[in-house]
Structure formats: C-alpha cells, structure tokens
C-alpha cells in the first residue's frame, strides 16, 4: 500500500444541484476562494488527483484508480485538519458527518464496482466502518454557496498560497491600508489604486494589471493574466479567474475564468462561468423590491426554489454572453451557450442555447455556438478541442432542462 493513495474526487447528487455551471465540468472544478476545488487539494495532499463524473464529461476529464484509493466528494471545501483526518482513514473505512459520506478508502476493485455501477457512496455504509467527525464540513451545492462562501475560502486560499513567501513591492503610487494582508506575485502592474483590505485579504496573481483609479475593497481575488480596468469598483469578496477582465461596479461575485466585464454596469452576488462576456452597460438586480428571499431556478426540482438569500443575482453558465444594455432580474439562472440581448428584463430561467430577451427566444443553432467559441477562445490563444465540441454536442442534443 503507497503512503499516498490515489485521489478521486467524486460527483454525487450534487452535481446536478449545481447546474448550469456543472453541465461543463465535475464539481470540483468549480472556483471559489482563489482556487479550484480540485486545486485546494493539490495543494494539501500531494497526490494524483482524478474525477469520478458523469460518463459525457469523463473523456475530458478521466478517473484515474490505483490499488490503493481514497474516494472524497467533490463538493468539500478541504483544509488541513480535514486533509489529514481523510489522509488517516484505513481501507474500508468511511469519514462521516451527519450521516454523509465525506471520503472513503477503498482498493482497486471496490473502487472499479463504484464506477462501473456508478454507486452512491452512501452504498458502502453497511461493509465499510465509519469514523465520524465530530465538527461540520464546508460544502457546496447550489450555485449560491459559491458567492456565499467566497470571503471565507478566499481567506483560507490566501494563507494556503502565500504561506512562508513575500510579496513582491507595490508602488507608491498605490493607496493600500487595512488589517489584512496584500500579496502581490511576480510581474503585476498597478498604480495609483486605492486598496482596502479591513474586510478580508487582496490577492494578485501573475501578471495581474490593476489599472489607474480602481478601488478595491477586500476579500478580493484576481488570478493570473487578469485586468482590473479604469476606475473600477470592487466591494468584496469578490474573485476573478485567470484571464478575466473585470470593470465597472462588482459586489460579492465569482468569474470562473476567461470571462469578461469590462465595461461600466452593475454585477453583485453573481456567478459567472468561462468564456462569458457581459456587454457594456450590462446590469443585474441581486435584491428584489419586496426584499424577500430570492428563489432561483433548481433543476433537479424543474422549477424555481427558494434560496434563503435575500441577495442573490445572475448564475451564468460557460460561453454565454449579454448585449449593450442587458438588464438581468434577481436571481436570474442563464444556461450555456445562450446568447442574450435588447431591451427590457428576459426572464428569470434562460435555457441552454438560447437566443434572444425579453421579446422571446429561439434555439442558438450548435454550429453557430461552436463558430463562436472557437473565434473566442482563439483570440486568448486557446484552442476548442474536439472533447470541448463532444461536451457541447452532447448538451446541445440532450438540452433537457428546455
């Protein structure tokens, strides 16, 4: 048995509980903090890491089983106390918590049945041994947890990363004060910024450009090869994925990666996938007018669920985009690859492959979808591989949540 087994991180239930921004990837490549979830792991256990994900995702993203395995759902958000705990467990135990299977250590052929039966880990309880922990988890699974939960992982990644290094030097051009720390990586340029950090940790990855006259309130995360453009106005927390562009006002959202919103317009308790862009002048409510809790579109529940929040904005999945002067509801839930535009509020569910707004919508034909991706995700140098096409393909002909 190797010190180390192999890591799987599992997608359970919640996978669908998740949509949209699951229809393109596992759960754990979610972003919330500053890194992936599947990213915080590496970080903790230096292992191989692989998914356990539904059968149209797996090409892209392969489960990978030694004869040693510890098995962990994917919606964990880890530390290093729960690292070490999941790290300890013998084969055929279980780490429970309020009867939920966190991890599980199993060999090669348990683990084989298990993808090939595709088995609820809850299946095990009655031939494995539980150890139960005595404190809660941090989890997700709805697409609010991200935005929710954001200040507090961008905390826990911020001392994750930086731990035992120094930032680089800012200019003295820059206004920086507040309790928590700024980090800085190698080749960022920022001048004459104003930064606040008496709410939580700045965090600015490689090759970050934080341009003239942006105000930034902590937490706030921006990953490698971002840009902060003019005069923006960031309340935290707040994080942008590699290769964002981010302006105007933002309150409490997350960019997954490669995404825009670049221009002036209001984004607040928002989730946003890859390859999104938001057009200039782009808004959403995040707070209904009544100031009740906000209900979004569920869709394992096919129907709209109350979150309990009484601010939550746009939920948006990967590749799709909004025109000049796109106004969203609260709590509005955009699917892929839909294209939105004109005047007036669309409505609060926008299926997969849309095309339209307020007026109504059409199918967004594959082909064009496609043509489009792969214009945009050229311009970043990035290529639509054919796995990229299989996934979109495939969710264009199931397209069961229309």
């Not at 797996?58 to 395995?69: A, F, H, L, R, T």
């Not at 964990?76 to 106390?81: A, C, E, G, Q, Y």
């Not at 052929?109 to 404190?135: C, M, Q």
């Not at 902060?228 to 933002?250: F, Q, S």
């Amino acid at each position: 048995m190797s010190a180390i087994p192999a890591i799987i991180l599992y997608d359970d239930a919640r996978w669908e509980n998740l949509l949209p921004l699951t229809f393109t990837r596992p759960v754990s490549e979610l972003r919330i903090g500053i890194l992936t979830i599947r990213e915080k792991w590496e970080h903790l256990i230096s292992s191989k890491i692989s998914n356990l994900t539904k059968p149209y995702l797996s090409e892209k993203y392969p489960v990978s089983i030694s004869e040693d395995n510890l098995v962990i759902n994917s919606g964990v958000l880890p530390d290093k106390s729960l690292a070490q705990q999941i790290l300890g467990l013998q084969t055929n135990q279980y780490l429970c918590c309020n009867d939920m299977v966190i991890a599980v250590r199993m060999g090669k052929s348990d683990a084989e049945n298990t993808i090939k039966h595709n088995r609820d880990l809850s299946g095990i309880k009655a031939r494995y041994t539980p150890v139960f922990l005595s404190d809660d988890v941090r989890m997700i699974s709805r697409p609010y947890h991200i935005f929710s939960m954001n200040g507090k992982e961008i905390e826990n990644d911020f001392a994750l990363i930086t731990h035992g290094r120094a930032s680089q030097p800012y200019s003295h051009t820059n206004q920086v004060f507040g309790k928590y720390p700024l980090f800085l990586e190698e080749g960022v340029y920022m001048e004459c910024c104003t930064i606040n950090t008496n709410e939580g940790p700045v965090y600015l990855g490689r090759n970050v450009q934080i341009m003239e006259g942006s105000m930034i309130r902590g937490g706030f995360a921006a990953c490698e090869g971002s840009i902060v453009k003019m005069g923006a106005k960031i309340y935290g927390p707040t994080t942008i994925g590699p290769n964002c562009r981010l302006g105007g006002e933002v309150n409490n959202s997350v960019l997954f990666a490669n995404s825009n919103k670049g221009h002036d317009g209001f984004l607040g308790n928002s989730v946003i996938g890859e390859w999104c862009n938001l057009g200039a002048d782009t808004n959403n409510s995040n707070l209904k007018n009544n100031y009740l809790p906000v209900k979004i579109w569920s869709y394992p529940d096919a129907g709209f669920k109350d979150t309990g929040l009484q601010f939550c904005g746009l939920i948006m999945g990967d590749h799709s985009k909004s025109g000049i002067n796109t106004m969203f509801n609260t709590g509005t839930v955009v699917g892929v690859a839909s294209n939105i535009f004109g005047d007036g509020f669309p409505r609060t569910y926008i299926p997969s492959f849309s095309w339209g707004g307020a007026a109504g919508f059409i199918t967004h034909q594959l082909k064009k979808a496609l043509e489009t991706a792969e214009i945009v995700m050229g311009r970043r140098q990035v290529q639509l591989t054919d796995l990229d096409r299989k996934i979109m393909e495939y969710l264009f002909e199931q397209r069961v949540e229309m």
